[in-house]
Structure formats: C-alpha cells, structure tokens
C-alpha cells in the first residue's frame, strides 16, 4: 500500500511589487506583505483619494 503524495509545498517569497489597478468602477490595491502573500484591498476612487491624503500627511 503506498502512502499518500503531497504536494510539495512552494516557498513564500515576495509576491511582486506594490500594484493599484482600476477593475470597473473600483480600484485594487496588492500590497505584498513579509513572509508572503499579499494583501488585496478593494476601494471607491473617494476612498482611494483619502489613503492617498492620509498617507502623505503621515509621511510628511
């Protein structure tokens, strides 16, 4: 009887770069995250337009 195969498992390794893309009315943002994977957030153009505020206040 043999044992069961398992896929090996893949390492995680950076997902790419930062991407914001414009999907119908809504925009996506992948964020690659440490240890791998990436978050996905979905948004309004309003709500993208105020991250962009707070992120260049918090940056200066």
């Known amino acids: ?3 069961d195969n398992m896929a090996a498992m893949k ?3 950076g997902d ?5 893309t ?6 996506v ?3 690659p995250l440490e240890g791998g994977g990436r978050l996905v957030v979905e948004m309004t153009p309003d ?5 962009s ?4 206040s ?3």
């Open 1 to 3: 009887m043999r044992g």
């Open 11 to 13: 390492p995680r390794t």
């Open 16 to 20: 790419g770069p930062l991407e914001v």
């Open 22 to 27: 414009k999907e119908g009315r809504g925009i």
């Open 29 to 31: 943002m992948r964020v």
């Open 47 to 51: 709500e993208a337009n105020a991250l």
């Open 53 to 56: 505020t707070a992120l260049k």
């Open 58 to 60: 918090a940056t200066g």
